[in-house]
Nanobody
Framework: QVQLVESGGGLVQPGGSLRLSCAAS????????AGWYRQTPGKERELVAG???????HYADSVKGRFTISRDNAKKMVYLQMNSLKPEDTAVYYC??????????????WGQGTQVIVSS
């Protein structure tokens, strides 16, 4: 059994910052690639940022220069530092990870989501 749990969402004023965390627990041997997605009502879920096994990162154009994805392999954590937040960043943010389990198999897992609201 593997779980991804996001935390760190909340209400923040425009220009503010938040740090989202994604914790992998259970039968986790290692996290391979990971990413953060976001979704607003009526829209498809979109990739915000991704990070590969070797730490290579990529970002949606809309967040480049403002968001930073990182990982801590020892703690089995993935983070999203969000700076200079804008109202259009308001969404539910989801963690997505390709995880190798202790049983040797590899699956894609999703967290339950954490709400981010950027408003004055």
């Amino acid at each position: 059994q593997v779980q991804l749990v996001e935390s760190g969402g909340g209400l923040v004023q425009p220009g503010g910052s938040l740090r989202l965390s994604c914790a992998a627990s259970g039968s986790v041997f290692s996290i391979n690639a990971a990413g953060w997605y976001r979704q607003t009502p009526g829209k498809e879920r979109e990739l915000v940022a991704g990070i590969t096994n070797d730490g290579t990162t990529h970002y949606a154009d809309s967040v480049k220069g403002r968001f930073t994805i990182s990982r801590d392999n020892a703690k089995k954590m993935v983070y999203l530092q969000m700076n200079s937040l804008k109202p259009e960043d308001t969404a539910v943010y989801y963690c997505n990870s390709e995880i190798r389990t202790t049983f040797g198999s590899t699956y894609i897992y999703w967290g339950q989501g954490t709400q981010v609201i950027v408003s004055s």
